[in-house]
């Protein structure tokens, strides 16, 4: 009998997952309690996979060897509870991808806030320097499915906690911590803790030839380090010392040491702005280095790297009014490292579905840096009560274009209107890219 390998979760994720089990000769079958995009679909069927959507057949369920657990679907919904009451062993896709990527690498970056921008960093490092790799995760195409259809020798993934809540055996040659904020706490029973066990799961199997890139500037990692026994290379990046291994930053110059070959470089020419960006371009570059690039090519490629779209993307300038596009700030940290990055007087549009947000963490920035807030969600009572006192200016709206002519109105001649809503978008929206897009589309039609 073959191995019954089925998929809770007909996304990305669990399409990838579908299509390589089927390639090793499992048993597949896909069930979805939502509709499955068609897109999807027509990749199921290509590869001859039973799927059913809009409901899960429980016997049928139940009767798997294992199954694959999409990262969107909690813990505490139904069919999850009655799989662990039977005792069936439960995998995320990056678990099923690690098992079959043979003597290819994995570098895994997962944090709260900047692994998507680091994750493309070292991509376009790695592309750049000739290695036949594929940025793959939460930003691209699963991992799964990459492993399936095009195995590369570098994976460069973008991981999140959900994804590493059920990992068994995977490891990563290259993990890499950006940072630990709360986030998604409603997902981990709303303690902190949780959430940074699972973010810390990325090491669990790491050996003394690995390597993990992590920040020490970043209060809860350095604290959560001291408890744990690391058995990978340690590769700190730093703004407060300067290590023997990793990188660091002293006096505006960027020093990357993991082999002989070290790398130095001016901030200055560093192709994206911001301190944040600084920390990502180290992590990176730590990243490139201990994959043995050539300093001459990571220098290249810090120099050349555009930043990515919905992330500090400036869309146009309208009567000397700087309009930026911010959309992929879904919690309270992002946008504080957005308004950290801000040197015009700012028009902030915020809002949104929120996670459990805390907005304590941005009132020294917003009093210093915003002159108005724009609220762009349908519940926006926390963010008057957490800015109303100091920031005169502020006013709801429920469409980007609403939002973009509140700010408009709002604007003078050298300021910057920023979309950083610090808040989840699928209360007004389809997901964060469909709120950029239709702000700049906003911002186009003034």
């Not at 895994?108 to 960093?121: H, P």
């Not at 259809?149 to 890499?176: G, H, N």
């Not at 002989?260 to 600084?278: A, C, E, L, P, Y």
């Amino acid at each position: 009998m073959a191995h019954k390998c089925y998929i809770l979760g007909g996304g990305e994720s669990g399409a990838g997952a579908a299509i390589l089990a089927k390639k090793q000769g499992y048993e597949v079958f896909v069930s979805d309690a939502g509709p499955i995009k068609n897109i999807y679909k027509d990749e199921l069927s290509e590869f001859g996979i039973e799927f059913e959507e809009s409901m899960h057949t429980e016997d049928k369920v139940l009767s798997a060897d294992e199954i694959v657990k999409s990262p969107g679907i909690p813990e505490k919904s139904d069919m999850m509870k009655k799989i662990r009451s039977k005792g069936i062993p439960v995998i995320s896709e990056i678990e099923l991808a690690w098992r079959f990527k043979g003597n290819s690498k994995i570098v895994a970056i997962t944090g709260s806030n900047g692994k998507t921008t680091t994750t493309a960093l070292t991509y376009h490092i790695c592309k750049h320097a000739g290695l036949n790799c594929a940025m793959v995760g939460n930003i691209g195409i699963s991992i799964a499915k990459q492993v399936a259809l095009d195995p590369k020798e570098v994976y460069v993934a973008e991981i999140s906690s959900f994804q590493l809540d059920d990992i068994k055996d995977f490891r990563a040659e290259i993990a890499m911590l950006t940072n630990i904020t709360e986030d998604h706490l409603d997902r981990y029973d709303y303690k902190f803790e949780n959430y940074i066990n699972a973010k810390f799961k990325i090491i669990q199997n790491q050996t003394n030839e690995d390597f993990f890139i992590y920040c020490p500037d970043d209060p809860i990692t350095a604290k959560y380090l001291k408890k744990l026994t690391i058995y990978s290379t340690p590769l700190p990046f730093t703004m407060k010392q300067e290590p023997q291994k990793g990188a660091f930053i002293k006096d505006g110059q960027m020093t990357i040491a993991v082999n002989d070959d070290k790398v130095t470089m001016s901030v200055d020419d560093f192709k994206i702005k911001g301190k944040h960006n600084q920390y990502n371009t180290m992590a990176a570059g730590i990243a490139a280095a201990t994959l043995g690039i050539r300093k001459e090519k990571i220098r290249e490629a810090v120099t050349t790297f555009e930043s990515l779209e919905h992330r500090m993307e400036m869309v146009a300038m309208v009567k000397g009014v700087e309009y930026i596009n911010d959309s992929k700030a879904t919690n309270v940290n992002s946008t504080w490292y957005a308004l950290e990055s801000m040197t015009r007087p700012t028009i902030l549009i915020l809002g949104g579905v929120d996670k459990g947000n805390d907005y304590e963490v941005l009132k020294e920035l917003v009093k210093e840096k915003v002159k108005a807030i724009v609220c762009l969600g349908l519940d926006n009572r926390k963010i008057h009560e957490a800015f109303g006192d100091f920031v005169s200016l502020l006013v709801n709206t429920t469409s980007a274009e609403d939002a973009v002519k509140a700010a408009y109105h709002f604007a003078e001649k050298g300021d910057a209107v920023l979309l950083s809503p610090a808040c989840a978008s699928f209360d007004l929206f389809k997901n964060y890219e469909d709120r950029g897009d239709q702000f700049k589309q906003a911002v186009r039609d003034l």
